[in-house]
């Protein structure tokens, strides 16, 4: 997915704890969608966290690509097999997206579907 040895995952920092807002899975991979204060949230394997709270938060939907039309571009280009997360990340195709590529509607509208989940 493009990454390389010295792909760099700034702002995150070591020690930091994070919120994992979505799953990605990719083989024997899992990456987590991750934000840090003042940042679009991007892609991030979880290879480089400790998981501190395994559960899944309610609400939470999920989605196999192969057999969703508008996502099955994400297993024949990258292997995703799966994305599991929050509803307007696995229900609109056009969000995920926005979100990969940081369209500032996409992340607008992603931090309106995070304020709204804190606030429950």
């Known amino acids: 997915m493009g990454e390389v040895d010295q792909t760099n995952y700034s702002p995150l920092s070591v020690g930091e704890n994070y919120v994992v807002y979505a799953l990605l899975f ?3 991979r899992v990456d987590f969608l991750v934000r840090a ?17 395994a559960r899944i938060p309610a609400g939470w939907e999920f ?15 990258f292997k995703i097999s799966h994305v599991m997360g ?34 429950d």
């Open 26 to 28: 990719i083989f024997d």
């Open 37 to 53: 204060p003042d940042q679009p949230p991007f892609w991030v394997p979880s290879c480089l966290f400790r998981l501190v709270d």
């Open 63 to 77: 989605c196999i690509t192969q057999t969703r039309p508008d996502y099955k571009c994400l297993f024949d280009a």
């Open 86 to 119: 929050y509803p307007l990340l696995v229900n609109e195709y056009e969000h995920y997206v926005g979100i990969v590529e940081r369209d500032p509607v996409e992340v607008l509208r992603f931090m309106g579907d995070e304020l709204e989940h804190i606030s």
